[in-house]
């Protein structure tokens, strides 16, 4: 994620990305259509793809701040095992 002060004053911005692994740049596949992996061509690491960019304001941030506070709370309880509200 990311985010911070957006131009319009009182407004806030939050980018969300997913990672995921290069897609290959270039498949062999046999006459029976499985690829030959060996043969794959692609980067390594992680891309990061644009999934959205929330825009908000103050208020809005901070009603979404707590909700993600109740939610940590409750995951982590389920986590360890405790009783969660």
Known sequence: MYGGPAPALGSMTM??????????EKA??????NEI?????AKYGIENELECTLVMNLETAKIMLKWLEGAINRT???Q???PWK
């Open 37 to 41: 992996v060996k043969e794959r061509v």
């Open 80 to 82: 360890q095992g405790r």
């Open 28 to 33: 062999t596949n046999d006459a029976s259509g």
């Open 76 to 78: 982590e309880a389920i």
């Open 15 to 24: 980018t969300v990305f997913s990672g995921r692994t290069p897609l290959p």
